[in-house]
């Protein structure tokens, strides 16, 4: 590929796998250079108590691929007076290549600060074309289009219960509990690794206390040809 050079990488279009969802439904797509205190700045408006109000608006998400700052695109908003506009009820995060651990990292902040969400997660796989144009174009060499599969995550977030028999669900939990008993079981696994050295250290070294020190390197059995 030297003679190549990356023209442009073309995604293939993918349909949320969560159907019958609300038509006012955000989707949110965290690309490896989002922000993500700007996603879920956008997710708070949308899941919080206190929703931005507008009439007649279309949202759309847009995230810069190298650490731009969100931006939310509003049509058609009324100037006249708006009524408060109710928090949406299910939010949907996707995420590919580098993209999915952000994802599942915002999911998981916006669990920690809206209790009670039911979540719905689906893996897949996306195919995304690179095309390659030839550094030459006079070298008679052809333009190359290369086909790579790249795992993606798709994840519903509702306040309403779901589905609980199909897989990837997962109910609301309570964190708090979770975080105790794994603070539990690491102090149980640290204190039982502490007192084993300290075993370790008292059967191994040779000596009791006020015990004789016998010498390093002095075999335990007599010599041979002492009677």
Same mark, same amino acid.
């Given at each position: 590929?030297?003679?190549?050079?990356?023209?442009?990488?073309?995604?293939?279009?993918?349909?949320?796998?969560?159907?019958? &969802?609300?038509?006012?439904? %955000?989707?949110?797509?965290?690309?490896?250079?989002?922000?993500?205190?700007?996603?879920?700045?956008?997710?708070?408006?949308?899941?919080?108590?206190? %929703?931005?109000?507008?009439?007649?608006?279309?949202?759309?998400?847009?995230?810069?691929?190298?650490?731009?700052? $969100?931006?939310?695109?509003?049509? @058609?908003?009324?100037?006249?007076?708006?009524?408060?506009?109710?928090?949406?009820?299910?939010?949907?995060?996707?995420?590919?290549?580098?993209?999915?651990?952000?994802?599942?990292?915002?999911?998981?902040?916006?669990?920690?600060?809206?209790? +009670? $969400?039911?979540?719905?997660?689906? &893996?897949?796989?996306?195919?995304?074309?690179?095309?390659?144009? %030839?550094?030459?174009?006079?070298?008679? &060499?052809?333009?190359?289009?290369?086909?790579?599969?790249? %795992?993606?995550?798709?994840?519903?977030?509702?306040?309403?219960? $779901?589905?609980?028999?199909?897989?990837?669900?997962?109910?609301?939990?309570?964190?708090?509990? &979770?975080?105790?008993?794994?603070?539990?079981?690491?102090?149980?696994?640290? @204190? +039982?690794?502490?007192?084993?050295?300290?075993?370790?250290?008292?059967?191994?070294?040779?000596?009791?206390? @006020?015990?004789?020190?016998?010498?390093? +390197?002095?075999?335990?059995?007599?010599?041979?040809?002492?009677?």
């Amino acid at each position: 590929m030297e003679n190549y050079s990356h023209a442009r990488t073309v995604e293939q279009p993918c349909l949320c796998p969560f159907p019958g &969802l609300p038509a006012d439904t %955000p989707q949110v797509r965290v690309k490896d250079g989002s922000k993500i205190r700007n996603i879920m700045r956008y997710a708070f408006s949308r899941m919080g108590p206190k %929703p931005k109000t507008a009439c007649n608006e279309t949202r759309q998400l847009k995230t810069g691929e190298g650490g731009g700052s $969100l931006g939310v695109q509003e049509e @058609g908003v009324s100037s006249a007076p708006m009524l408060d506009k109710l928090p949406c009820r299910q939010i949907v995060f996707t995420g590919t290549g580098r993209g999915v651990s952000k994802t599942i990292t915002c999911v998981e902040i916006l669990k920690r600060r809206v209790t +009670g $969400l039911y979540q719905h997660t689906k &893996l897949m796989y996306i195919t995304v074309l690179e095309v390659w144009e %030839p550094l030459e174009p006079g070298a008679g &060499l052809d333009s190359l289009t290369v086909s790579r599969n790249l %795992p993606a995550i798709w994840v519903l977030l509702s306040m309403d219960p $779901l589905d609980a028999s199909l897989p990837g669900y997962q109910a609301p939990g309570n964190y708090e509990a &979770l975080w105790a008993q794994a603070a539990r079981e690491e102090g149980g696994v640290a @204190g +039982g690794l502490r007192h084993g050295q300290r075993r370790k250290r008292g059967g191994g070294s040779g000596r009791g206390k @006020g015990g004789p020190v016998r010498p390093a +390197g002095r075999s335990r059995e007599p010599n041979k040809g002492q009677t």
